[in-house]
């Protein structure tokens, strides 16, 4: 099993639609866990943290399920600029900055 | 505010020739890396550092050197290089609890596009 896991998409979605992708992870000691975005050809950018009690930051909701080890973002909303590649960040261990990045799920909003 | 700077942006070398990757951040991070991205791969660490004078490897550091003299650099060194090595390189600090990492996300620089023929 890989040690974290992501479905590549495409996700195609109307604008405003909700939509929800997950992201598994492997290691039962991770403790820090992120969404971050990439736009094509770009750098991945920080969308949000993932706090065990949930979390929300106006369109997006992040979730982490510890015991089927796996996070969620949820998209409601959708805007066509929300079109990016959406990537999971999980820390290899309890202790320490070394990140595992999920392949990417690729969301297109279409008008 | 510059945060993480990569330079160059693009480079193309030919195979067995050496160059550096450079890598600076501006934000008193003690804790800096290097990434590749490959097509449906994902990004891959290559060599990390959690402070000036430490650094270690990742999930793929062969071929590749770094070093940390100061807390602001952390240069990327490619020995001989090859054709595997074509990809998308991208530095990432972030600060550095020394304890439980909760919410210390990676900061990335802009990348630097590697082709090697």
């Not at chain 2, 195979?15 to 890396?33: F, R």
């Not at chain 2, 990434?35 to 062969?62: C, K």
Request: net charge neutral; charged share 15%.
């Amino acid at each position: 099993r890989k040690e974290v896991e992501q479905d590549p998409g495409p996700f195609n979605v109307p604008e405003g639609a909700t939509v929800a992708f997950n992201c598994t992870y492997s290691n039962s000691a991770s403790q820090s866990f992120f969404w971050y975005r990439q736009d094509c050809r770009k750098e991945p950018k920080l969308l949000m943290s993932v706090y065990s009690s949930g979390n929300e930051d106006g369109r997006f909701t992040a979730q982490l399920n510890r015991a089927s080890q796996y996070i969620s973002l949820l998209i409601r909303d959708s805007k066509l600029s929300d079109s990016a590649t959406y990537l999971c960040a999980v820390n290899k261990d309890n202790y320490g900055q070394n990140f595992v990045f999920g392949p990417g799920t690729r969301l297109s909003v279409l008008p | 505010n510059a945060g993480v700077t990569q330079t160059p942006k693009f480079q193309v070398l030919k195979t067995g020739q050496s160059m550096t990757l450079q890598c600076a951040q501006d934000m008193n991070h003690e804790y800096m890396s290097w990434y590749r991205q490959d097509p449906g791969m994902g990004l891959r660490l290559i060599h990390y550092s959690v402070g000036a004078g430490i650094t270690d490897q990742g999930e793929v550091p062969n071929g590749y050197n770094v070093s940390r003299s100061t807390t602001e650099d952390f240069p990327l060194r490619l020995l001989s290089a090859a054709p595997s090595q074509t990809s998308v390189y991208f530095c990432a600090s972030s600060y550095s609890l020394g304890g439980p990492s909760y919410n210390s996300p990676l900061h990335f620089g802009n990348g630097t596009r590697l082709t090697v023929t």
